[in-house]
């Protein structure tokens, strides 16, 4: 009856729209966007902070040097000229010294030119300056700068105050700071050290100012910055991504998990009703058909050939209830290694009457092939499944195909049936394994599922190719194991 199945495929529907949920937002869409935005915010606080430190600790190192520098030649000149008991801030003040003798002077004046040549001749230098505690330039590279009296300098007081280096970086020359007269403009930004010069009791007697553009130094901190910002995009780049591979697979397996747990729900209710219904139509069916055949014993009965029509129905009513039921029944069979040929020639003994009145010619080898991993009964059944199907898919004749082939790895049989009939659909193809589906007149479409429930329950695969126009493939795999490794009987 075709209600039947239609009645089974709208309960299987029905099942299905009552317990699939919701539909929620597209959480991995939104943690893609969230993810991307606070990894994009943190690798660029990362990456300033990281330029910024560098930029900063650079910086304060070249003028560390350069302080250690001058105090290093301060103090070299004025041993290598026996000025002892003096300081290069005495030495560079102009104040003459009455009390040094001729000798001490001359000293005094070639340790000031010296000094005052290396300062000139300092690397990467645009300005020096020296400043008395008068805030007087007592010296200057730019001559147009000596004599002139700096106030309301912050960074020249607190150089004077803290007796401590002061360092400051500028992006470009401040014209306020009448100070800031170089010779050779600034190409890039610049640094700006006080560096004082102190005596033994602490008191700072000169200031040195250096106006620097480390270009080594610039271009060291230009690489940084690449190298930074580089690996910072990198490394956000990469976390984003395994980050959003994993939380994918994670989606993908909870989706599988959930389409799995929607599947099982429903085939638990059709196994439910199913066989609720299957075994409630066994008595009325076989009441109709005595009562049918008792009718049809009495003579001259009018009716005989409509009694013979409701026992034949009933009759495929009952097959199908006997389908059904077989098809919903857990399945039962210990694996065992069997030889497949043995099983197909043997199937193929069965349906040789059937084959020689639909006319179809069989292209078999019987080969040798390795045993597989299956039960001698259910793989029968599964067989009788797919030659009843490929006889019943040529009706007027034609050629049914069985090969058989190991893989290279020896560790799989493939035994492919094939026949000519009109051949499927790719439509057809894709839902030929779903439960009840079918499309000849009649039939519940419960075959095809109990094969692939079978090829599975013992480690196997079942597909099917279409050929429109040419006919249907349908491939069956099974696992080969040796008898001493497998445990198996």
């Known amino acids: 009856m075709p209600a039947l199945s239609a009645l089974f495929r709208r309960l299987h529907r029905e099942a299905a729209d009552s317990v699939v949920p919701t539909r929620q937002p597209n959480l991995l869409r939104w943690f893609s966007i969230i993810s991307f935005i606070l990894i994009s915010a943190i690798a660029f606080g990362l990456g300033s902070v990281s330029t910024r430190f560098l930029v900063i600790e650079s910086l304060e190192r070249d003028a560390l040097l350069s302080a250690q520098f001058i105090q290093t030649i301060a103090v070299g000149e004025i041993r290598h000229h026996g000025l002892s008991g003096m300081r290069m801030g005495d030495v560079l003040a102009a104040t003459p010294y009455g009390m ?100 033994d009791l602490g008191n700072t007697l000169a200031v040195v100012e250096i106006y620097k553009e480390p270009a080594d130094l610039i271009e060291r901190l230009n690489r940084g910055h690449w190298i930074i910002w580089l690996s910072t995009a990198l490394g956000g780049l990469l976390l984003y991504f395994g980050l959003y591979w994993i939380v994918r697979r994670a989606s993908i397996q909870l989706a599988s998990q959930e389409a799995q747990l929607v599947a099982n729900k429903t085939y638990v209710g059709l196994v439910e009703m199913s066989t609720a219904v299957a075994h409630s139509l066994r008595n009325p069916l076989a009441c109709i058909r005595s009562s049918a055949e008792l009718a049809n014993e009495t003579e001259g009965q009018p009716a005989k050939k409509n009694i013979d029509d409701i026992v034949s129905q009933v009759d495929r009513m009952s097959q199908w209830v006997h389908e059904l039921l077989l098809c919903l029944r857990p399945i039962r069979g210990e694996a065992e290694l069997v030889e497949p040929m043995n099983v197909v020639q043997a199937t193929l003994a069965g349906y040789s009457a059937q084959l020689a009145q639909s006319r179809i010619q069989v292209e078999f080898n019987n080969e040798p092939t390795p045993r597989i991993i299956s039960n001698p009964l259910l793989l029968s059944q599964i067989l009788n499944s797919v030659i009843a199907n490929a006889i019943e898919a040529m009706p007027g004749g034609g050629k049914l195909t069985i090969q058989a082939n190991v893989d290279d790895t020896h560790q799989w049989l493939h035994l492919i049936i094939g026949d000519t009939g009109d051949g499927t659909s790719r439509q057809q193809e894709m839902m030929a394994f779903k439960t009840f589906y079918t499309t000849k007149q009649g039939k519940l479409g419960i075959g095809l599922i109990m094969v692939k429930q079978i090829m599975e329950n013992f480690g196997g695969e079942a597909s099917l190719t279409h050929h429109e126009d040419q006919g249907t493939s349908v491939h069956l795999s099974f696992r080969v194991v040796e008898r001493r490794a497998s445990g198996l009987r």
């Open 100 to 199: 040094l003798s001729e000798e001490m002077a001359l000293n005094r004046h070639c340790a000031r030119s010296e000094f005052l040549d290396h300062l000139s001749h300092l690397p990467d230098s645009l300005l020096i300056s020296i400043y008395s505690p008068l805030r007087t330039v007592m010296w200057s590279t730019n001559p147009q700068l000596i004599g002139q009296k700096i106030l309301n300098d912050e960074a020249l007081e607190a150089a004077f105050s803290s007796k401590d280096r002061v360092s400051t970086k500028y992006s470009n020359a401040d014209e306020r700071r009448p100070e800031q007269q170089f010779l050779l403009a600034p190409k890039m930004f610049f640094i700006e050290s006080y560096i004082p010069l102190v005596d």
